[in-house]
């Protein structure tokens, strides 16, 4: 097949193939295009268009001006990826009256971002890729929504889902399935039912199931036991008056009561389904609505929908899909990949389920005129996104002005989310509605469209919106601890008023500290305590000057965060082998405890850890323990010890864990019958001190000996690790790997407050990977968990803004779980946690468990060094993550590592 061709018309440009060339390799190609439908879609070449550099005094031109000639009557259009990331299309158009026998000509003009935006600083740099793609679906003779109905019939079909009604199973946090079932008669006569209406572009896992390591459903099974369901859906080629017919001819015959959530487009099938309910006028079905919470709804419509700009919406979504590639949109590639050809071929008509949020239509305008009729039954959960930095820019270029002239949150306008009328009439009351914004006016935000429902604050405002949020009021008033007063608690409602979010709603204990993290020095404020839907505050009493010098000398949490932070630094000293350093006691280590402890469990928080500690009995309770103040974030919690009891935390009858505050959700991966697979990658660079990589590759594999003969795991080795070899192994198939394991050298650098892995650069030498650089190779791999095993690969914090460090980055960025080295770590103690974590693993253990249980074994080894048990944490928001499954209460593989020895 011939290649379009393409040049550049405009002077000063020049277009460089991204092809093989002698003494230059070829370069990557672009990441979004190569995930586009190839049956849709072919990318027939990729360029670097270049302005060369002008004369002094002339401004480097910022519009290019392309002819581009394909062979034949082929659709064409070209992908632009801009300096800042962002993506555009650009379908050329003809260019005048095509000559008989002369080849079509079509030319499209670009223009290029203003280095004088107020977002960009400097002039534009690097260069403009163009990728062209040559459009598969043919001339379009078809309508929009004809062309949007078969697009959507084939998606669903593609995804394994059926149109109707899903029953939502799964109870424990993490644990989510659905089952093609629709509410019955039996159903109805037990209690009210739950119903969840996904949003564009999704389905009802790709919306909701990201509520379920949050513990939403282990919550709301209280109010509605099994009777949670969602209903699938068509939400571009089908109305929302015909998605409501659909729904309606599925509800059993007789009375039925029903609590709805409604999530973006879903929020005004939600109240679609509120206004026939409240009509009736169906003989075999009384419908009663009870509560509707309305979660980032477009009631005012949003621009993204407006007919005239779907080749925008195109590009926008685009955009949303490679910048947040851990998202709801389930379905939002598979439209771009085949509405290319429709927009390129100019099809007439609307998209009606897109059209039904015209803020112009008249959907949204019959919306707005029962909007104060629909008030007194809704709540509201609405966020305002601003980004920062290179998001920043990125989505400046990708032109979210010509969208948004107010704040919103991505896809929709804020406000639209609770005003239910006009502007300023029939709005849903601040005490009935969650809001997520910015702390002060462009201050940067994490909260979107994409991500609210991964909020912990969102799970427990759903809760408590519905009702089903249990608080146990007698664990705040019944006293505590011996010989701590039982003072009164402090408790806020759910909605999160005041500041503090509202109640994480699942069977942990989560400790959150909030504070300003870009205070100097930074500190912690105040305290949050979750357990099962209680939730208590404590405030910190520094006085005056916080941890600095000037602190004020009679306030004892001034006295005992000096103290924590000096311990802190020896023990960083002594791990590192400074000359100077000078070991911890056994005595000030149990001071250093104590006092860490006593950082944790102060007054109402420490009586809701000892009634959490009592009703688990003889199960053992997962302690979650996250911050926004970085230098509080990086201190060894694992060595705090709980006076009542005499040992630390971490090798206690209990699970501690470390999550970190992000924009992205945890990955949502899918289980998989097996084998479990693991990467293990070495890293031993000449330039630095030799580690026992290969026993470890060794061990590992022997580990899994049995279970790898069974073909239940698999251990694949990546020796003398490069970044490029590294990258080259991952991209050869998401979802390849579950367990990365790396062993090599990692440091912390001090100045730059950053952490670094050490990889090999191709000739044997080191090359340092910082955050960043490790984030882009993992993110979005389909990996379980990351072992960093690797010096100071855990650290973070100190003055940075926000939480730096390697395992706090990957977790950011949706890796579910990250093993990591707080300290420098002994190359025997390394080898050892390794072994026991990966049996336990292997015996069909959770991870929590499985760390524990590596801690208590180190510590009683006689070849481990003292606190070396402590070095690695665990970073995880699915604290009961299981890497081998479990079936029918019953381990599916077995292994013959118990009882072994370490060396």
Same mark, same amino acid.
């Given at each position: ?10 002077? *000063? ?9 002698? *003494? ?40 290019? =001006? ?60 690097? &260069? ?18 004809? !062309? ?46 739950? !119903?969840?209406?996904? *949003? ?24 509605? *036991? ?10 571009? @080629? ?9 729904? #309606? ?66 590009? #926008? ?20 990949? /085949? ?23 008249? $959907? ?6 029962? @909007? ?20 920043? !820019? ?21 406000? @639209? ?6 502007? @300023? ?16 006016? /462009? &201050?940067?935000?994490?909260? +979107? ?17 519905? /009702? ?112 100077? =350093? ?33 009703? +688990? ?11 926004? $103040? ?18 630390? !935390? =971490? ?57 790898? =003969?069974? /073909? ?14 590294? +990258? ?19 440091? %912390? ?88 974590? %990966? ?29 070396? #048990? ?34």
């Amino acid at each position: 097949m011939a290649a379009i061709a393409i040049r550049a018309l405009s002077p *000063g440009w020049v277009l460089t193939p991204l092809a093989p060339r002698r *003494g230059r390799p070829a370069l990557v190609p672009d990441p979004f295009a190569a995930r586009l439908d190839p049956s849709a879609v072919a990318v027939d070449g990729e360029y670097l268009a270049e302005a060369r550099r002008p004369r002094a005094g002339i401004a480097t031109p910022r519009r290019l =001006a392309l002819e581009v000639i394909p062979p034949g009557a082929e659709q064409v259009a070209l992908m632009l990826r801009l300096p800042s990331g962002a993506i555009r299309f650009q379908f050329p158009e003809a260019a005048g009256p095509r000559r008989r026998g002369a080849p079509r000509r079509l030319c499209c003009t670009i223009e290029l971002p203003d280095a004088e935006s107020p977002v960009r600083r400097g002039p534009l740099t690097g &260069a403009l890729r163009i990728v062209v793609l040559r459009l598969l679906g043919g001339i379009v003779r078809s309508s929009l929504p004809a !062309l949007a109905r078969r697009w959507e019939k084939r998606s669903f079909r593609e995804r394994g889902i059926k149109s109707g009604f899903v029953r939502i199973l799964g109870g424990a946090a993490g644990d989510f399935a659905l089952q093609p079932v629709a509410p019955s008669a039996a159903d109805a006569a037990q209690g009210p039912i739950l !119903l969840m209406l996904h *949003g564009t572009f999704s389905d009802t896992a790709g919306s909701y199931a990201k509520l379920a390591p949050l513990g939403f459903y282990a919550q709301a099974r209280e109010r509605y *036991g099994a009777r949670i369901h969602g209903f699938e859906h068509p939400t571009v @080629g089908t109305s929302i008056a015909d998605n409501l017919d659909a729904l #309606w001819s599925e509800l059993p015959h007789g009375a039925i009561e029903m609590d709805v959530i409604g999530y973006s487009r879903g929020s005004l099938f939600a109240r679609a389904l509120l206004a026939r309910a409240r009509a009736g006028g169906d003989p075999q079905r009384q419908v009663r609505i009870g509560k509707v919470v309305l979660v980032a709804g477009p009631q005012q419509g949003t621009a993204l929908a407006r007919p005239q700009r779907y080749r925008d919406t195109l590009g #926008w979504l685009a955009n949303l899909l490679d910048a947040l590639p851990d998202n709801p949109l389930t379905s939002a590639m598979s439209w771009v990949s /085949g509405s290319l050809s429709w927009f390129a071929a100019e099809a007439l008509g609307v998209l009606p389920g897109l059209a039904d949020m015209d803020p112009d239509g008249p $959907v949204i305008a019959a919306f707005r005129e029962r @909007g104060s009729s629909d008030v007194p039954a809704c709540h509201a959960a609405v966020t305002e996104f601003e980004a920062s930095g290179a998001l920043r !820019l990125r989505l400046a270029d990708a032109l979210v002005d010509a969208f948004f002239a107010e704040a919103n949150d991505l896809v929709v306008p804020t406000a @639209g989310g609770w005003q239910l009328g006009p502007p @300023g009439a029939a709005e849903i009351e601040a005490a009935r509605r969650l809001s997520f914004a910015p702390k002060a006016p /462009g &201050a940067a935000s994490e909260v +979107h469209h994409l991500n609210i429902l991964a909020q912990p604050a969102t799970a427990g405002f759903l809760l408590a919106a519905l /009702g089903a949020t249990t608080q146990r009021r007698s664990v705040l008033t019944r006293g505590g601890r011996k010989g701590r007063p039982a003072g009164p608690a402090a408790t806020a409602p759910a909605s999160a008023a005041g500041g503090v979010p509202a109640a994480i709603v699942d069977d942990s204990f989560h400790l959150l500290v909030l504070g300003d993290p870009e205070a100097r020095p930074p500190r912690p404020e105040t305290i949050v305590a979750s357990w099962r839907g209680a939730r208590v505050v404590e405030r910190y009493r520094w006085g005056k000057g916080g941890d600095g010098p000037a602190a004020s000398a009679g306030t004892e949490a001034g006295r005992r965060w000096r103290q924590i932070i000096r311990y802190h630094q020896r023990l960083i000293d002594v791990f590192r082998g400074e000359p100077a =350093a000078r070991a911890l006691s056994p005595t000030e280590l149990e001071a250093f405890g104590h006092l860490l402890f006593a950082a944790l469990f102060g007054g109402s928080v420490g009586r809701l850890y000892d009634e959490a500690r009592g009703h +688990h009995g003889g199960r053992r309770l997962h302690l979650v323990l996250n911050s926004n $103040v970085p230098r509080w974030a990086e201190k060894p919690w694992e060595l705090a010890i709980d006076p009542a009891r005499g040992s630390p !935390l =971490a090798i206690q009858d209990i699970h501690l864990v470390r999550d970190v505050l992000g924009m992205l959700p945890t990955e949502q991966l899918p289980a998989h019958p097996g084998p479990l697979r693991i990467l293990v990658v070495q890293a031993q660079p000449v330039d630095a001190a030799a580690l026992s990589v290969a026993a470890e590759a060794a061990l590992i594999e022997r580990g899994f000996a049995e279970l790898a =003969a069974a /073909g239940r795991v698999s251990v694949e080795v990546l020796a003398r690790a490069t970044p490029a070899s590294l +990258h080259e192994r991952l991209a050869r198939g998401r979802g390849r790997f579950d367990v990365l394991h790396f062993v090599g050298h990692g440091e %912390y650098d001090e100045a730059a407050q950053a952490g670094l892995l050490l990889f090999e650069d191709g000739q044997g030498r080191g090359q340092a990977l910082g955050e960043r650089e490790l984030g882009r190779l993992l993110a979005g791999r389909g990996l379980r968990l990351v072992f960093l095993n690797a010096c100071e690969s855990a650290r973070g914090g100190g003055y940075s803004a926000w939480m730096g460090g390697l395992a706090p980055a990957l977790l950011r960025l949706g890796i579910p779980a990250v093993i990591a080295n707080q300290f420098a770590v002994d190359d025997l103690s390394a080898l050892g946690f390794a072994q026991q974590l %990966y049996a336990r693993l292997a015996e069909g253990m959770s991870l929590a468990e499985a760390v524990r249980e590596a801690r208590i074994a180190l510590c009683c080894s006689a070849g481990s060094q003292g606190l070396d #048990w402590a070095v690695p944490a665990l970073y995880t928001r699915v604290p009961g993550l299981r890497l081998i499954g479990v079936s029918n209460g019953s381990l599916v593989m077995t292994t013959g590592m118990k009882g072994r020895s370490i060396r």
